[in-house]
């Protein structure tokens, strides 16, 4: 199997979670709907700002910032919609993700419903464990950014 089709089962730095480099395989193990956006995470600010554009206004707060999802407006062609992105700064995972340009990320449980480590398990090809295990815990928060403001969404 090659790695770039592959769904891995990670403990990332907000809580255990299937990442991949296609959204659609993630939603569809996840039991959603194929289009629903996937939050996007990285490894480091310099691949964010290839992404998209970060109003001056909240640099230093998004840099400064952890286990914190943003989303922000796309800035070219590849991405010319609003997309959620993390970068983490939890050196752990970063050993990880530093393989990747970007890996769409979501928790490992079914849609809508409480982790389950069986289903985790059964929904990975390849299960990436750290000497953290594998252990639910508290989502990322989310905050939409825009020129002149910053809103709150979970």
Known sequence: MVFEESVFLAQSDTTTGLLCLDSKKLNLKKGRQSNQRVIVTLGSFQKLGEL????????????????????????????????????????????????FPY????????????FNLEFA???ADVWIMDKRGFMPSKASRIFKVGNNNLRIVR
Do not use: C, W
């Open 121 to 123: 398990l059964k929904s």
């Open 52 to 99: 998209v554009r970060i109003p001056q206004k909240y640099k230093k707060m998004i840099r400064n910032s952890q286990k914190t999802t943003f989303i922000y407006r796309g800035k070219n062609s590849l991405v010319n919609h609003s997309l959620g992105i993390r970068v983490v700064r939890d050196s752990l995972h970063n050993e990880f993700l530093r393989f």
């Open 103 to 114: 890996l769409y990320s979501t928790s490992a449980n079914p849609h809508k419903q409480n």
